[in-house]
């Protein structure tokens, strides 16, 4: 399960899930949003992805780090990523990282929960960090191969469920069997 919890009480949901999935069947990989406002700790190194010099330099060790990502695709996540609201790039960045390792089989996944305040297909934290359902699904775009996998998909955040965001998900995702979401 890839969890991505844009609010602190997101935690409770994270744990809960981890009880009945152990690491050894794939675990609960957490992205805690609530913690950073677009700032990132990758490599080793704390990368701040509300500037151009901290998007280039994840760019350069998204090709040279452990990921080892093509530099195509490292050009086309960053270049995502600086469309995106300076205070949400740090949890796309780490959502696009699950999606990539999801897709090279180094993250054992086929579910993904996205966790927060929710408005018409948009989610949020208590800070000014949101993304909308259609920013994850270009996100899809750059790393079709780990959206490939993702087959449930479970939206907890206020005022998702319908009939367009529903569409969304299966556009993102080409291989979904489930969807969960609520108004």
Do not use: W
């Amino acid at each position: 399960v890839i969890h991505l919890g844009m609010r602190e009480e997101s935690s409770k949901e994270a744990d809960t899930l981890a009880k009945g999935n152990k690491k050894a069947q794939g675990g609960v990989h957490r992205i805690e949003g609530y913690k950073t406002e677009g700032e990132i700790t990758y490599n080793g190194k704390k990368l701040d992805l509300k500037t151009r010099e901290g998007l280039s330099q994840f760019q350069d060790a998204l090709s040279t780090g452990p990921d080892k990502m093509p530099k195509d695709q490292a050009k086309k996540f960053v270049d995502f990523l600086a469309t995106q609201k300076n205070e949400s790039r740090d949890e796309l960045a780490q959502l696009g990282l699950k999606f990539h390792q999801t897709g090279e089989g180094k993250l054992p996944v086929n579910r993904l929960v996205l966790s927060g305040h929710g408005f018409d297909g948009e989610i949020s934290g208590e800070g000014e960090g949101s993304f909308k359902l259609t920013d994850v699904e270009a996100l899809a775009k750059v790393f079709p191969k780990g959206a490939a996998k993702i087959e449930h998909v479970a939206v907890s955040a206020c005022f998702c469920a319908s009939k367009e965001h529903f569409e969304t998900l299966r556009n993102t995702f080409p291989n979904l069997k489930s969807a969960f979401a609520y108004n």
